[in-house]
């Protein structure tokens, strides 16, 4: 791919004895939606951690926006955004004051936080709300929500690590359709999740077996490799390779 938004060559992370990651190798490029699966103990934690800049590899080599995740790690973190199933929100802080937060620690002007939060909130349908506590809001708004914070810096990658998690499968279709808004804009989208109705929305999709990459290709391209109906079929089979019970 020529626009790399993040290049992984061999990353490989031990702990002792045990290979959590074991040299995996990919591409992703600026503005695609990357699924990254694999059953519970599969790497991709691991993996993930290192992508955002928060475990150094073993060995092996990873960019993220252009940064070295080894050597770059600060600012690989200013240039990515991240939100996983706990949706990283201070429950106890209104929205408005959660997106003030974000906004400061992502290094934002007032005037900008101010003029991009009005636009964020109307856009959500959430202008009534921003003095509510974000505790107080249903499940699916606080998702919604999660994913604008996670976004507000308009970062070059966003990291969803299982962001569905807990809602309808209604809900869920609304929120990828700000996950494709998103992609529109050029942000990357790399995300993990246990829908494998979800793996159809991502334009490509690896799947992780005992730290390694057993497949990667188009949702449609697996299918077809492996005679399946569903990406649940793809994962079903390639999971059944696993050897190991416990991992990262």
């Known amino acids: 791919m020529n626009d790399g938004a993040i290049t992984v060559t061999d990353l490989t ?13 990919f591409e992703v490029a600026r503005g695609e ?27 092996g080599r990873a960019t993220v926006a252009g940064f070295d995740i080894a050597r770059q790690a600060e600012q690989v973190k200013r240039r990515i955004g991240y939100m996983s199933q ?4 201070y429950g106890d802080l209104t929205v ?31 202008g009534a709300e921003r003095d509510t506590l974000v505790k107080s809001l249903p499940l699916g708004w606080k998702q919604r929500l999660a994913f604008s914070v996670a976004i507000f810096h308009e970062p070059a990658v966003v990291f969803l690590d299982e962001p569905t998690g807990g809602v309808d499968p209604v809900t869920r279709r609304g929120f ?26 991502c334009d490509r999709v690896s799947m992780m077996v005992d730290g390694r990459i ?8 697996l299918r077809a490799a492996h005679r399946a109906a569903t990406m649940d079929d793809v994962f079903q089979q390639l ?10």
């Open 214 to 221: 057993e497949a990667l290709d188009t949702p449609a391209a």
């Open 96 to 126: 408005r004051e959660n997106l003030r937060l974000f906004g400061g620690i992502y290094g934002m002007k007032p005037a900008r936080i101010a003029e991009k939060s009005g636009r964020m909130l109307s856009e959500l349908g959430l």
């Open 176 to 201: 990828w359709e700000l996950i494709y808004a998103a992609a529109g804009r050029g942000i990357t989208v790399f995300a993990t999740t246990h829908y494998m109705d979800e793996a159809e929305y």
């Open 33 to 59: 939606i990357f699924g990254f699966l694999g059953a519970n103990g599969a790497g991709k934690t691991t993996a993930m951690r290192m992508l955002c800049g928060l475990s150094k590899p073993t060995s």
């Open 13 to 25: 992370k031990r702990f002792g004895d045990f290979t959590a990651v074991d040299a995996i190798s």
């Open 86 to 89: 706990r949706f990283s929100l």
């Open 239 to 248: 999971a059944r390779r696993a050897k190991r019970v416990s991992g990262c």
